[in-house]
């Protein structure tokens, strides 16, 4: 291998005179640049470690050389080869995540496309009801609108008479026919007590079955107008 300075002087001898570009191109770089610079400094794993190395104390100023330049050597055949396949991986990975947001989003914009269509189509679309549907749904009306307020009205009635047998006044009697007629009158009275509270009850129940009715109709033919 010729010494950098000697190569250099020859190469000078030689173009003392005007040279090309073509006749440049035309010379060998063998003879500019040797093969040895070309491939750069080979890689040292692990340097030549000396006898008296198990002597040596981390905490002395040899010791921390020795440290440095394993940690040197370490950082610059490994490390840096590690976060070069890591960022290989990321940039892999990367383009795998972009491809299906893109997706998502294509998705994502043609099911709103979809949706639009056909809330135009169903305002576009909307067929009347047929005569059958009328009259259901007249029905339904008169149902909710007339039976509804008769039980209110029923169930008003019936408060008003637990109210007056509650607090209705106790006649005058002797001594023992009042101390019969109170208990006669309050055992009369507790059973229609019982009686007009299982029967609110009753229609309480029945109150809140009839409304649970007409909403599930009520559901049912808006449903039906939407399916239309």
């Known amino acids: 291998m010729e010494p950098w300075n000697l190569l250099l002087t020859h190469t000078t001898e030689k173009g003392s005179s005007p040279v090309r570009f073509e006749e440049l191109k035309e ?23 000396a006898p008296d190395l198990r002597s040596v104390t981390a905490d002395s100023i040899e010791g921390r050389a020795t440290l440095h330049q394993y940690f040197k050597l370490f950082h610059e055949n490994y ?8 960022l290989v991986e990321v940039e892999k990975k990367q383009e795998k995540v972009e491809s299906c947001i893109e997706r998502a989003v294509q998705l994502h914009n043609s099911l709103e496309e979809r949706l639009h269509n056909l809330k135009s189509l169903l305002v576009l679309h909307k067929k009347p009801l047929s005569k059958a549907e009328q009259d259901f749904k007249s029905e339904l009306d008169r149902f909710a ?15 008003a008479r637990l109210r007056r047998h509650v607090h209705s006044p106790q006649t005058n009697f002797s001594n023992q026919q009042q101390q019969k007629s109170r208990r ?25 079955e009839n409304t649970q009715k007409v909403k599930l109709v009520e559901s049912a033919l808006e449903n039906r107008d939407i399916s239309d």
């Open 27 to 49: 010379m060998d770089t063998h003879t500019i640049i040797s093969k040895e610079l070309l491939a750069g400094p080979k890689a040292v794993i692990l340097p030549p470690s």
């Open 79 to 86: 490390v840096e080869y590690a976060h070069k396949q890591k």
């Open 145 to 159: 609108g007339v039976e509804m307020d008769a039980l209110h009205s029923s169930i008003e009635a019936l408060n």
């Open 184 to 208: 006669m009158a309050s055992r009369v009275q507790e059973d229609e007590v019982s009686q007009l509270k299982s029967s609110l009850a009753k229609l309480s129940l029945l109150n809140s």
